[in-house]
């Protein structure tokens, strides 16, 4: 296109005859595959906000969890561990079984990563 | 015929992802460009280009539809060539010796010849800000109201900031 002209371009002629010269160059095809890895970028991009969203919510059920069976067995003064229904506490968390609870308390050992469900929440 | 911004803002309530495709479309060549002419090398400009269309993904669900889709966009572009310029300085410098004819391969990224060489070599003379109003004003022919959204300042500031660029440039390509 054309650009227009006026009065001040006699003022600078040799920038009015490289109007529209450019003298970079790009490689072949490159604006396809540039279109093609941003919009690769914000498909991972997508992912990744959907896996995050899932996991915190695991994890933070998984908390949950923890915190109500704890209260539970702390506020209460049982004789024996033998005295709690553990069948009947309903778990969210599928890792967590209920036969995990017939045994001593201590010897529980529930895999949770609070440093990643920190680092999580500090991603989003 | 290219998508409307209002098409754009609208189709990415529906389908997100085909809608940023629209935009990536329509502004891509333009975004480089205003990139490019910044930075002069050209892996650089494509990183920086990248980076942008991501932030304006990121953005763009909680962009404001009365506000202008084009300017934002060149916002942040802008401002994320002028945050590379900042922490890359001998990287440009080094861009800057690659467009001068004696220092030219035959794989450079730059094929203009002398007189287009002197030109993009005057224009790194330039203050960042004032290099940005010649170069949008120059090759992009944008109007003063719309520099104004994209940088700052005032329509008189930024004519007379084109004034002086030309000036200065007109001056080096007839001296060197």
């Given at each position: 296109m054309k650009k227009k002209t006026s009065n001040t371009d006699n003022e600078f002629p040799n920038l009015e005859n490289l109007?529209?010269?450019?003298?970079f160059k790009t490689p072949t095809g490159y604006f396809d595959s540039l279109h093609d890895s941003i919009m690769n970028e914000v498909k991972e991009e997508t992912k990744v906000r959907k896996v995050s969203f899932y996991k915190v919510f695991a994890y933070a059920a998984s908390i949950l969890v923890i915190v109500g069976v704890s209260s539970i067995l702390f506020f209460s003064t049982p004789d024996t561990l033998e005295d709690y229904d553990f069948e009947s506490i309903v778990l969210n968390y599928e890792e967590i079984s209920v036969d995990d609870y017939v045994d001593e308390f201590s010897e529980i050992d529930l895999e949770l990563d609070e440093n990643l469900l920190f680092d999580e929440l500090a991603m989003n | 015929m290219q998508i409307e911004d209002n098409d754009i803002l609208n189709l990415f309530e529906i389908n997100e992802q085909k809608a940023f495709s629209s935009l990536v479309m329509k502004y891509q060549e333009r975004i480089y460009w205003h990139v490019r002419k910044m930075v002069l090398n050209h892996e650089d400009a494509n990183d920086i280009t990248q980076n942008i269309f991501i932030k304006v993904w990121k953005g763009l669900s909680k962009?404001?539809?009365?506000?202008?889709l084009f300017t934002w966009i060149y916002r942040i572009a802008t401002n994320e060539t002028l945050n590379f310029i900042k922490s890359n300085k001998n990287k440009i410098a080094q861009s800057i010796e690659n467009i001068q004819i004696e220092n030219r391969?035959?794989?450079?990224?730059f094929s203009g010849d002398e007189i287009e060489a002197k030109l993009h070599l005057a224009i790194t003379t330039l203050p960042e800000k004032q290099k940005l109003v010649f170069n949008m004003k120059y090759?992009?022919?944008?109007?003063y109201t719309e520099i104004v959204a994209i940088i700052g300042g005032t329509v008189g500031s930024l004519k007379a900031s084109y004034h002086h660029a030309q000036k200065k440039i007109e001056k080096y390509l007839t001296t060197n």
């Open positions: 109007k529209s010269q450019n003298g | 962009f404001k539809k009365e506000s202008n391969k035959d794989d450079s990224f090759f992009d022919d944008l109007k």
